[in-house]
């Protein structure tokens, strides 16, 4: 087996989840407009769906700066005190983690009914939009469905090339400058494989004297291809 095969070592990062580091481009702009004009939400609702590593916490976390949201992960719904969530902006991320979850799904019921009763605006997140989301609750399928959607897709070349850069500075690392444009033209085009690509090149880096080079980028996208093959990944 070889190096790039093992598990990189857990390091330490600093997202970066403001405002100015988030790129806009075609492929998610109408989103960004959508959260930017959260007082225009119809019934104050919205969903944000996109692929995994699109970014949707990133701009939970814009719009709660914006709003003074809070923002709690849907798994953490059972239990919660419902009214005290519902006395201010709140987002609640990755719906589809509790969906077939009935205790979890009354919560979220409980905490729409709840914001629109307040007027209190309501953003949730998920990898697809509400009509895919395999939910048990009838009543909480059809008003999420009935919520305005905001989509992120799948980056183009400038935004995966701006993406990388971001995943990298925020690992505080500094390829070599041939290392990104290398990676754009050659991975596939998602954002779950640019948080790989760049986990695994910060693991392997730690023993290559030259740091992130090219070669090195090299050595990672076939290996990673390889797991990709043969189902390892």
Known sequence: MSELKQPPLPLPTRTALG????????????????????????????????????????????????TGARILSATDLPGAEIPELAVGAVCVEDVLAVAGDREAEEALFHLHNLCGAEGVPLMVTAEVPPAQWPLVLPDLKSRMEACQVARLRDPDDGLLAAVLAKLFADRQIVPAPDVIPYLVRRMPRSFAMAHEVVETLDGAAMASPKGVSRPLAARVLGTLAEWTEDGSE
């Open 19 to 66: 405002r100015d580091d988030y790129f806009v481009n075609e492929t998610n702009a109408m989103a960004v407009v959508l959260i930017d004009s959260w007082r225009q939400w119809p019934n104050g609702k919205l969903v944000l769906a996109g692929p995994k590593g699109a970014g949707k916490t990133h701009l939970a976390h814009v719009w709660a700066t914006a």
